[in-house]
């Protein structure tokens, strides 16, 4: 990946969200060190960013539900069918070559407890004198001493939940509090 921020922090042994989340399950982060050794992906990304509007603006999709359905249904076939100029071959006969050949370095999900939260946008929040937290513009009682810190979790699918701490391999989550996206 590049030196974006979404990435990269100019703070020694410091993480980005994202850096945090890879690094507690054990996986870094390699920079390119020119736009050249980027370029495949940024290829990539390009095609899909010029694809996509006409496409949603064509379909009149202007919901994340509906674009998503589209993407169910275009990336299969670009990944079965259309030939990556630079392979000479479709992305899943690439996929399947190296795990052939094993060269693939994916790997299954881990059984953690933590995997639902890892990925979610984490926030340290005060517990109001009350006993409440803020959700939305509502406050809902959790577990936990009033002026006590808790961790927010927005998760990707919208769910936010309210952990007793931050992630930690030595321990497991304790959930305060669970507020579904209806």
Known sequence: MDYHSFFFTHT????????AALHFYGVTLRYAPTPQAKGKVERRHDYWQKRLP???AAD???????ANHLLDQL???ANEHEIHR???MTPHAARQQALNEKRSVLRPMPACPWWPFG??????????DDGKVPVGAQRQA?????RSSV??????????YYLRHAPDPAAKPVVLLHCPVF
């Open 12 to 19: 020694p042994d410091a993480y980005t969200q994202l850096g």
């Open 54 to 56: 006409p496409l949603l």
């Open 60 to 66: 009149h999709i202007i919901e994340l539900a509906g």
């Open 75 to 77: 990336l299969p076939h």
């Open 86 to 88: 630079e392979l000479g």
């Open 119 to 128: 990925w979610s946008q984490r926030t340290p929040v005060r517990v109001g």
């Open 142 to 146: 959790v577990d936990a001493p009033p």
């Open 151 to 160: 961790i927010r979790c927005l998760r990707p699918d919208g769910d936010i």
